[in-house]
């Protein structure tokens, strides 16, 4: 009975969400942040009405200005009409878990605007977290009708990384005169470019830099089978100074242009997110009942610690414990 | 009697690990990447003796110079007839798997020296599979009796972050002059600092870097249950020019006070990382174990894709065939 209830309660979230109610939606996100049922059961409902959204990734170097580049964007797509989610993941802290403050409130411009929604993500620190997290908040965005999910992301990080990867066009942010073992990350990165902003083009060495890229570009060798969605032509260089919104509307256009070239590919994408998301629920669930069963076995624990068996075997004993003999 | 004989194979191999075969051990941990039965069978008999290295976590901005401190302290332990093992992660490519070549070839000068032992580990792309192989990784060099293991890893992401949180002492290198995102990040990481290494301190702006970072300390809030192992006593801020060995005695002297000082929560540490080794391996068993269930399901992802299912309810009809009933 409580259950039906916990469903009724569900539905009529899922309705006001779906309706557009800002609030709820932000409530919502908090709660599965706690992971609580309700909210699980509010996604459940949401989960058909998902797949609509454009979703852009934008990511690059710590200090190239991402969140400048994004705040344009999302004036840029305000007056064009559109209505845009932004879901911000932090690199700070996994201790504290706090925000990069000067970001956060430099995005505050739009906290006024029903058409703007910014959610930050704080790492959590359990394993597959941030990825899951990532995949249902775009998916609650998602269901709200917002037309166009920034995913924003600092491009360090494997995980970080994972959660950009799945965008429908990934824009890397540069800018000129960064030191050289930062450009061999930005080399890392440049694999899953789709469209690439210099950004601070304003600077000195924006040339070089701009160069520097098309040499990289030219080197880039990219595996079918780890990008299937790598752009068939050419990834545009779109120089932008967004502190001043200079070349917001040249970079949304590539943004277009990518959109439209690879538009084939955009079922397969929905489908691979879609994928993704299953497997991190699967993961996600896979970690509490892992976790629940270390605070069961404190003594196997223990023994491991104390070295007197080792972690791998206990694991397939535990493993064997939980599973259905399905070879473990 | 194939199993028995693999068995045979593996104390063949653990053997001539523990006495110390470089050859060996850098194809274990080869094999360890590829997940193959008989490396998982000779850490099985490693373990036991684990437990004994110093691991020294080394992390900080890209650019810092981190690679270059390593280097410096690699010599340093060796004219103290130290062996020093290195777990070097890189932050590049997730695609491609690429290193940064400049890292690398900058620590060939030890290639010859038997009592340093360099391994470089691209990030693979699956959850959780980052820490699972560094645990083991260093699992290995442990076992292989080097007194110092070196954690190598760029200080972003979630994933890294985690990685280095496990380490004895945790250095965190930073350098004079970066921009203020970059800062932002550093006070993310600067949390988990037990000496601080300010690098390239011949650079101009040098004293303001110790300074912001003393006032950085001074506002640095850790709760106890986040880092059970902060220092008591104060952070070390340590001038170093790594290129040229300057201030790199000296960090060594930092990093030995902190061991010394927190000794008697080393044991804590060792506990906690077992524990994180007990954790990765289930958590990686785990994962083989849903991508083997989402390639018995195509039809089931194929209907998530369609939208027809959501994978919240998929995840947990496929979660309760595979458990035995705790509770999925």
Not at 117 to 145: N, P, Q, Y
Not at 149 to 163: A, H, L, P, S, Y
Not at 257 to 279: I, V
Request: aromatic share 2%; glycine share 10%.
């Amino acid at each position: 009975m409580a259950e039906s209830s916990l469903m009724d309660r569900a539905a009529q979230i899922a309705q006001s969400v779906l309706a557009g109610d800002l609030r709820l939606g932000a409530r919502l996100i908090r709660d599965l942040d706690d992971q609580t049922k309700l909210a699980e059961l509010v996604l459940t409902q949401l989960w058909p009405h998902t797949g609509r959204a454009f979703l852009i990734g934008v990511t690059g170097n710590p200090g190239a200005g991402k969140s400048t580049v994004v705040d344009s964007l999302i004036a840029y797509y305000r007056k064009a009409g559109k209505r845009v989610g932004v879901v911000a993941i932090d690199p700070s802290s996994p201790f504290s878990g706090g925000a990069i403050l000067g970001d956060r409130i430099r995005m505050q411009r739009h906290a006024l605007d029903e058409g703007v929604f910014i959610r930050s993500l704080a790492s959590r620190g359990h394993l597959g977290g941030l990825s899951r997290s990532t995949g249902e908040i775009v998916a609650v965005l998602d269901a709200m009708g917002f037309d166009i999910v920034i995913i924003e992301t600092v491009g360090v990080g494997q995980g970080e990384v994972d959660v950009v990867a799945l965008a429908d066009t990934k824009v890397v942010v540069t800018v000129p005169g960064l030191g050289d073992e930062v450009q061999a990350i930005k080399a890392g990165i440049l694999e899953i470019a789709d469209v690439l902003a210099v950004n601070k083009a304003d600077r000195e060495g924006a040339d070089r830099t701009v160069r520097d890229l098309l040499t990289m570009l030219e080197l880039r060798h990219i595996e079918p089978s780890q990008n299937p969605d790598a752009p068939s032509s050419e990834v545009e260089i779109i120089r932008t100074v967004a502190v001043r919104g200079e070349g917001i509307a040249e970079l949304a256009a590539a943004i277009a242009r990518h959109q439209e070239q690879t538009a084939h590919l955009a079922a397969g994408r929905r489908a691979r997110r879609a994928r993704r998301e299953l497997r991190d629920a699967l993961l996600g669930r896979c970690a509490q009942l892992v976790d629940g069963l270390l605070s069961q076995h404190a003594d196997l624990v223990d023994r491991v610690q104390r070295r007197q068996v080792d972690p791998y075997s206990v694991s397939e004993q535990l493993l064997t414990e939980l599973f259905r003999g399905t070879g473990a």
